[in-house]
Nanobody
């Protein structure tokens, strides 16, 4: 059974930075498609960034337009931990952030909630203007 535990959320002012962590147990992250999702009040859960081990640089990443250029997803396989570095935060980034995982690579995994089997409990990020 895969367990995911997020941490690192908090309250920051616009323009600030936060780094989220997702510690995993039960299965190596290097064998899974990992993602960060977020859900604002009254809105659907949406994907932000995802990571799959592989490629020339050791990881294949994908970002949605809303976070591209500001967020960076990375993974430490030795620590079995996924990270999300969030810079230039905006008030519209305010949401509950969730770590998600599913077995295998990301190539055939739709980047939406239904594509991921395992979820963390979430960590709140609040950005004030």
């Amino acid at each position: 059974q895969v367990q995911l535990v997020e941490s690192g959320g908090g309250s920051v002012q616009a323009g600030g930075s936060l780094r989220l962590s997702c510690a995993s147990s039960g299965y190596p992250l290097s064998s899974m498609c990992m993602g960060w999702f977020r859900q604002a009040p009254g809105k659907e859960r949406e994907g932000g960034a995802r990571f799959s081990t592989g490629g020339a640089g050791g990881g294949i990443t994908y970002y949605t337009d809303s976070v591209k250029g500001r967020f960076t997803i990375s993974q430490d396989n030795a620590k079995n931990t996924l990270y999300l570095q969030m810079n230039s935060l905006k008030p519209e980034d305010t949401a509950m952030y969730y770590c998600a995982a599913t077995a295998g690579g990301c190539h055939y995994v739709p980047f939406r909630e239904s594509g991921y089997k395992y979820w963390g409990q979430g960590t709140q990020v609040t950005v004030s203007s």
